[in-house]
């Protein structure tokens, strides 16, 4: 495994969250963002977490950046963009469970990949390099294919690459295009962590079982397909094994699934086998619903993956 360092692609976002009545609280939030938080939580403070991404001039991007710094994530080589600003979602809870309203038409995160040579430069001396479907449906088609390239440089000297398809309908032209440009993704992957419920409405997919045996097919060498409160499927070689959810009274169900793929993948580059990965990606999901938030603290993440 090539370097030290973890890095995340994608878009991390402003994210506002009703609070109450017509109170409304500002944080930063976005898939891949979600998961190096918790890959920031649970691996050792020395060991290098980068967001990369493309960044506006405007204080609410400098706040972001701040924010990192604060909490021991680096940028890497991402660019700043005159004139550009990050996209903006807003979250409603009716329960434990939530929708979102999405202003990211603009959003500078869309031109991460407009300069390769700072997004390689970014990607460099990496133990491990995350990226999901949502980072590939924000791009223009060339901007991916320079995205997809970059990452398999990365891999070809030596870093894990981990993906999650994680589709989201909206974002997409179309669902042809979508599975397309997720097949160009899986075929530079080496730890896929689907949700089943996607790749059911993507592929048509009969049970996580078909799921994890379709990626497979496509040459991945280990998956985790995710299915909510039902158990996890690891697929691993010829090993299939389900890891049961752990169940918990969910506050806010935001970020689960990102934080159980943080979870999983700081296990395994903490040298545990995929089995036991999966219940500790578990039980920090488990945590982290319990929370309000995308973010749960660090001393909630570390404490739910030591138990």
């Not at 109450?20 to 944080?27: N, Q, T």
């Not at 320079?146 to 179309?174: C, H, M």
């Amino acid at each position: 495994m090539a370097g030290r360092g973890v890095a995340s692609i994608g878009e991390c976002m402003l994210e506002l969250s009703g609070t109450r009545g017509d109170e409304w609280r500002m944080g930063f939030a976005g898939d891949t963002f979600n998961t190096l938080w918790t890959l920031r939580a649970l691996t050792a403070s020395d060991m290098p977490a980068d967001y990369v991404t493309a960044f506006g001039d405007d204080p609410f991007s400098r706040d972001q950046i701040a924010f990192f710094r604060e909490n021991g994530i680096g940028t890497a080589a991402s660019p700043v963009i005159p004139d550009a600003r990050p996209g903006l979602y807003a979250i409603k809870l009716k329960g434990a469970e939530r929708s979102f309203t999405y202003w990211r038409s603009d959003s500078a995160a869309r031109r991460l990949a407009d300069d390769p040579d700072s997004l390689a430069k970014s990607l460099e001396n990496r133990a491990l390099v995350y990226f999901s479907g949502i980072t590939l449906a924000i791009l223009e088609a060339p901007a991916r294919k320079v995205l997809v390239e970059t990452i398999a440089t990365a891999r070809k000297a030596g870093s894990l690459v981990a993906f999650d398809p994680n589709y989201r309908p909206r974002l997409w032209q179309d669902a042809a295009t979508a599975r397309a440009a997720i097949a160009e993704a899986l075929a530079v992957t080496d730890i896929a962590l689907p949700t089943f419920p996607d790749e059911q409405a993507l592929c048509g997919d009969a049970s996580p079982e078909a799921t994890a045996l379709r990626l497979q097919g496509a040459g991945v060498k280990e998956v985790v397909v995710k299915n909510g409160e039902e158990p996890a499927l690891v697929a691993s070689g010829r090993m299939m094994e389900s890891v049961p959810a752990i169940t918990a009274v969910a506050i806010d169900t935001t970020g689960a699934g990102d934080s159980f793929n943080g979870g999983y993948l700081a296990a395994r580059l903490a040298g545990f086998e995929p089995s036991e990965s999966a219940r500790h990606g578990h039980a920090v999901a488990c945590a982290v619903v319990q929370v309000r938030g995308a973010l749960a603290p660090f001393e909630v993440l570390k404490e739910a993956f030591e138990v």
